[in-house]
């Protein structure tokens, strides 16, 4: 049974950094990053193949946020810089492939989300 579980979410003042964390027991080709707040759309933050290889990133991440990997299959998320328009609930996802146009509809699986409060 596939299951994604997002970890790292928490409270924290504008300026600092956060590390999410996304624990899978798939073994699916790219593990992504979204984003959500509430009236708005899910927003693609960035993704890695589980093979090696550049990653992506959405306009969102650029120049402030990093994806990795392990060996293992565990993804994370390093997040600095963070103001308070990084405040969203944060969903790891995974999927088979990958398009950076409407990167969602290529994910299989989701996690629950985790909520990210960046307060000024």
């Known amino acids: 049974q596939v299951r994604m579980a997002e970890s790292g979410g928490r409270s924290v003042q504008a300026g600092g950094p956060l590390h999410l964390s996304c624990g899978r027991t798939?073994?699916?080709?790219?593990v992504a990053w979204f984003r959500q707040t509430a009236g708005k759309e899910r927003e693609f933050v960035a993704a890695?193949?589980?093979?090696?290889?550049?990653p992506w990133y959405g306009n969102v991440a650029k120049g402030r946020f990093t994806i990795a990997r392990d060996n293992a299959g565990n993804v994370y998320l390093q997040m600095n810089k963070l103001t308070p328009e990084d405040t969203a609930d944060y969903f790891c996802?995974?999927?088979?492939?990958?398009?950076?146009?409407?990167?969602?509809?290529?994910?299989?699986?989701w996690g629950k989300g985790i909520p990210v409060t960046v307060s000024s």
């Open positions: 996802a995974a999927g088979a492939s990958f398009q950076s146009a409407n990167p969602s509809q290529y994910m299989d699986f």
């Open positions: 798939c073994s699916t080709y790219v």
């Open positions: 890695i193949t589980l093979s090696g290889g550049d």
